[in-house]
């Protein structure tokens, strides 16, 4: 993961440009992303999930809200290398493969429901240009109708292929 991740800041810091497979067809939104990668917007965040627990546990006292749950707010502040780590990592290790792609990606259907659609590494390495990760009749990308609505609301526009 720590290669990924050296990779990944490789191309965001522009030191390595991407391959253009990785950058055709692809918005370039450089001053957004560097705001959003600033100290200032990780710990608005930060304040954002505390005020959350807070307002949850301690002011509306929600039904099962407990103090000890103040101790998930470690998990998320890192959610997305958590998320990453667990996409990355079982997606190539764990479950069956519908296509040869030369690599270890591998579907982990069984663990896919709680990763959105993410861990059908297989499936989007064979066709990343997919909105839809399912390819099978059994298998279900959760996040493929929210892209859908998203399309139809014009929230964003999927291309027609």
Do not use: C
């Amino acid at each position: 993961m720590w290669k990924t991740k050296k990779i990944y800041n490789d191309h965001f810091t522009f030191r390595v440009k991407p391959e253009e497979r990785f950058s055709k067809d692809v918005p370039d939104w450089n001053k957004f992303d560097l705001f959003a990668d600033t100290m200032v917007v990780r710990v608005g965040w930060a304040v954002v999930y505390i005020l959350i627990y807070v307002l949850s546990i301690s002011v509306f006292e929600l039904a099962g809200t407990h103090w000890w749950m103040y101790f998930l707010l470690p998990l998320h502040f890192m959610m997305g290398p958590v998320h990453g780590a667990i996409v990355n990592w079982s997606g190539h290790k764990y479950g069956y493969a519908n296509f040869d792609n030369n690599d270890k990606s591998k579907n982990s259907l069984f663990l896919d429901f709680l990763m959105l659609g993410e861990l059908f590494q297989n499936n989007h390495h064979k066709l990343p240009k997919r909105p839809n990760f399912a390819v099978k009749w059994y298998e279900f990308d959760p996040t493929y109708p929210i892209v859908r609505l998203l399309h139809a609301s014009g929230v964003i526009k999927l291309k027609t292929s």
